[in-house]
């Protein structure tokens, strides 16, 4: 909050990755000194983001929950669940991480 607000010195993003799959974006970085690691996750529709995710210092896992056919959502394998993208920042730092899903 204090980096958001301008009390704090500025804080400064350095991207390590970007990718996409789907109408996804996911963004991975640090900061400067590589102490603090971040994702950024996007939603497109249209050409306009309309969804937006922010985690830092969280390890991030994406898969894929079903398949979509002609605009439909195909049934749930629910023994499988692909993983397509996995956070890689957290362990090149060494740090201790908490781990999320997402799931789309």
């Not at 010195?9 to 996911?26: C, K």
């Not at 991030?60 to 929950?65: A, G, I, K």
């Not at 002609?70 to 362990?91: L, M, T, Y």
Request: charge should be neutral; glycine fraction near 8%; charged fraction near 10%.
């Amino acid at each position: 909050m204090r980096t958001l607000t301008g009390v704090s010195p500025t804080f400064e993003f350095v991207p390590l990755s970007v990718v996409s799959f789907g109408s996804t974006v996911i963004a991975e970085g640090c900061d400067v000194a590589s102490s603090i690691s971040w994702i950024h996750a996007w939603t497109v529709a249209h050409g306009i983001i309309t969804q937006v995710r922010e985690y830092s210092n969280t390890s991030l896992t994406v898969t894929r929950v079903g398949d979509v056919v002609a605009g439909r959502s195909a049934e749930i394998a629910p023994s499988h669940c692909p993983s397509v993208w996995e956070s890689q920042f957290s362990g090149r730092a060494g740090k201790s991480v908490p781990g999320l899903v997402l799931a789309i």
